[in-house]
């Protein structure tokens, strides 16, 4: 399941170096725009403590966790809606992500080059944000006049959509995003359909220096960026990327170490990962046994046929059912013969919406 998150921002706030840290990937980190012109993509693993322990109880040949993408795409700057700079190339990969990382940067460094001036974490988030908005009025604007055309000819797919469209054009004329307009799940697969920029869920990712990872709450640029944050109902991670890039190239140990010593609980990078995660209504299943504990991705929603799916098309094909039991079962009984013999282990069907933190074995017939 290829889903992706997009890390956007203006030049110079600390994609790149975020990125580095995230893939270990290398990703050109210069101190001038456009430093990056063409998307790096990188896959990571999701952290859960979880497989640690499937691990531990089934002692398997070998684990595998489950995956994201993350696609760092170039800076955008004011007027990148009107192709400035390299604006369209730019607005072009962000259509193609599935959900939207905005790094703001929340730090004072006179040598580090800020593309207007001057630090100010808002101003910065209302440019991408209106530029992503004036895109998307663009996009509305031409569609909406070939649709009131065929809504005239009374094309019942046109009338449908021409009253939502004119909702969209109204609210990206007064400055918001088409995530601030109520649809009803009708007319949300019809918006989908539109492949809008500014429908995409979006996190926001603070970036601050090293002397204020412990003191986050003291950062006034960051209590702006949580306030703004907090009137569009998204959530903000709060990152030193020159640390966690400094971290990537860490074992687990001395990064654990490391950690500690630092008296944080969670890596920045881990907190943005499952948060990216949790943002696109993504969720893990297990399956397991002595070749392999592996982890799932899938979309909150699905059923076992569909999951089984993610494995492989023949599962989903020839799906009978599944044996399953929940994570927290297995672990309290310790094993899967236990968790049989107290009739945790359930027989569920087609019809059966998988949970987070199931562990799996699917029955098929191809």
């Not at 725009?33 to 993509?41: G, Q, R, W, Y």
């Not at 065929?150 to 046109?158: G, S, T, V």
């Not at 007319?187 to 429908?199: A, D, N, S």
Request: hydrophobic share 45%.
């Amino acid at each position: 399941m290829a889903l992706t998150a997009g890390i956007v921002g203006l030049p110079n706030v600390g994609k790149s170096t975020l990125f580095n840290a995230i893939t270990k990937a290398g990703a050109l980190a210069a101190n001038y725009p456009f430093a990056t012109i063409d998307p790096n993509v990188g896959i990571v693993e999701v952290p859960d403590a979880r497989l640690d322990k499937l691990t531990e109880l089934v002692v398997p040949k070998k684990t595998v966790p489950t995956a994201f993408e993350f696609t760092d795409i170039a800076g955008i700057v004011e007027g990148a809606s009107k192709g400035e700079g390299l604006g369209n190339k730019f607005l072009a990969h962000i259509r193609e992500v599935d959900a939207i990382c905005q790094v703001v940067r929340c730090f004072d460094d006179e040598n580090i080059t800020h593309v207007s001036g001057k630090v100010d974490p808002i101003s910065d988030i209302e440019v991408i944000n209106l530029e992503l908005i004036l895109a998307d009025l663009e996009s509305v604007d031409k569609r909406l006049a070939r649709v009131i055309k065929m809504a005239k000819q009374k094309d019942k797919d046109a009338m449908v959509e021409e009253p939502i469209l004119t909702r969209l054009k109204e609210a990206f004329e007064a400055g918001k995003s088409g995530r601030s307009v109520d649809f009803s799940e009708e007319e949300l697969r019809v918006v989908k359909g539109l492949h809008l920029l500014t429908i995409k869920p979006m996190l926001y990712v603070a970036n601050v220096s090293e002397d204020d990872i412990m003191a986050d709450d003291e950062n006034e640029y960051v209590e702006k960026v949580r306030a703004f944050a907090a009137d569009e109902g998204a959530e903000v991670i709060v990152i030193c990327a020159r640390i966690e890039e400094e971290m990537a190239a860490l074992e687990d140990e001395e990064k654990s170490m490391f950690l500690e010593e630092l008296g944080i609980k969670e890596s920045g990078l881990d907190q943005l990962i499952k948060a990216s995660y949790s943002l696109l209504g993504l969720a893990t299943y297990f399956t397991a046994g002595v070749q392999e504990v592996r982890a799932w991705t899938f979309r909150k929603g699905m059923k076992a046929p569909q999951c089984a799916g993610v494995i492989h098309s023949d599962f989903e094909k020839g799906f009978i059912r599944a044996e399953t039991v929940a994570y927290d079962d297995l672990v309290a009984t310790g094993s899967m013969v236990a968790a049989k013999e107290a009739g945790k282990v359930r027989l569920e069907g087609k019809e059966y919406v998988v949970q987070d933190g199931d562990v799996m074995l699917f029955r098929f017939n191809v």
